[in-house]
Nanobody, 124 residues
Framework: QVQLVESGGGLVQAGGSLRLSCTAS????????LGWFRQPPGKEREFVAA???????PYADSVKDRFTISRDNAKNTVYLQMNSLKPEDTAVYYC??????????????????WGQGTQITVSS
């Protein structure tokens, strides 16, 4: 049974930092691209960042230079370090796992497994 469990969400003031973690079980972690998505209130889910099986790390333009994705295959964990947070970063953040090596890491539809989500609220 595949499980992705996020942690590290919470309330933070604008300009602050948070680090999200997502730990996977039931999968061969290194065989998956790992992605972070978010869903702001009243909006659709959107791509944030990914760490592909090939080692590339694409980012959404809105978070580039502020967020950093990393992964530790030995711990089956992917991280999202979020700095200089803004109120518009407020959302439920999800991690996801994509098995297809040629899958589009920016597309939520491509992902096979999802975590339950964790709320990030950035106050102004």
């Amino acid at each position: 049974q595949v499980q992705l469990v996020e942690s590290g969400g919470g309330l933070v003031q604008a300009g602050g930092s948070l680090r999200l973690s997502c730990t996977a079980s039931g999968v061969t972690f290194s065989s998956y691209t790992l992605g972070w998505f978010r869903q702001p209130p009243g909006k659709e889910r959107e791509f944030v960042a990914a760490f592909t099986r090939g080692g590339s790390t694409p980012y959404a333009d809105s978070v580039k230079d502020r967020f950093t994705i990393s992964r530790d295959n030995a711990k089956n964990t992917v991280y999202l370090q979020m700095n200089s947070l803004k109120p518009e970063d407020t959302a439920v953040y999800y991690c996801a796992a994509l098995r297809n090596f040629f899958g589009n890491s920016r597309s939520a539809k491509e992902y096979d497994y999802w975590g339950q989500g964790t709320q990030i609220t950035v106050s102004s």
